[in-house]
């Protein structure tokens, strides 16, 4: 083993290769799941993307096929129960016998003040946000499991946040911005929490079967669930990231595109914080001028 190194094939095209994988990525016409779904068609996979609205749907895949040169496929799909996980599964089932990469990435936020925060806003997002990883991957089993080897394993990526692990008080205005003024995301933060705890659980699980599970935990990114402080209050949360800006596709798709390489096959039970480093800083940025996106 001293030398394995001078038999091994460690160039990029080989460490990097996703000609011959099969995506699945939830809540894939939008926002990260679109820029997830974009980076595998772009490398040669065959992508299944999935979400509730069919129009969307029908753009994002026709854009993505315009772009190949892998292919991009849809399902539509609605993960607010088990019945809906089940139903997605089943569709998949018809499209193909083996999936390379499940991106479950399908989320849901909710704003509202503190002493009357509404029991759907916590039901609603643990469902959409945690149980439907669950009946996901559960469902998919069979197809994740074939094929898969110790060298090359099949891959599961929860999307968790990074409001997974920060504990700011939501209405302290420390958040930058990204709810309205008056109201938390209470409910959020804690699901994305047990988002990170399940991936825990499902890769000490499913390891020994050649199949790794990770937690992505993003900071801010250009999303629909952004899209309230993007819109309304873009310079207060630009000013709380001390990279001086807000995430980009570029920086989302390469550490999925990582993750699932050859490159990443040994790794397994992490939570990767991809937030340009604001939440190590407390989200304490410097003033800056006007931002441009």
Known sequence: MAHAASTADLSVPNLFNFKDYVVLVTGGATGLGEMAAQSFVQNGAKVIIASRKESELQKTSSRLNKLGPGSCDYVVAD?????????????????????????????????????????SGWDKIMALNVKSMFYTTVGLHTLLTNG???????????IASIAGIQTLDPTSGD?????????????????KAACIHLSKLQASKLMSQHVTVNAVCPGVFPSKMTAYGMGSALDTLVSTQPSGRVGKPEDFAGLILFICSMGGAHMTGNAFEIDGGSNLSGMRGKPRPKAKI
């Open 148 to 158: 898969a080897t110790a060298d090359l394993p099949s891959r599961v990526i929860n």
């Open 175 to 191: 958040d930058g911005g990204l709810a309205a003024p008056g109201t938390g995301t209470y409910s959020y933060g804690p699901s």
């Open 79 to 119: 993960l607010k129960d088990k019945a809906g996980c089940d139903d997605l599964c089943n569709k998949v089932k018809q499209k193909t016998d083996r999936l390379t990469v499940l991106l479950n990435n399908s989320g849901a936020t909710w704003g509202a003040p503190y002493e009357d925060f509404p029991e």
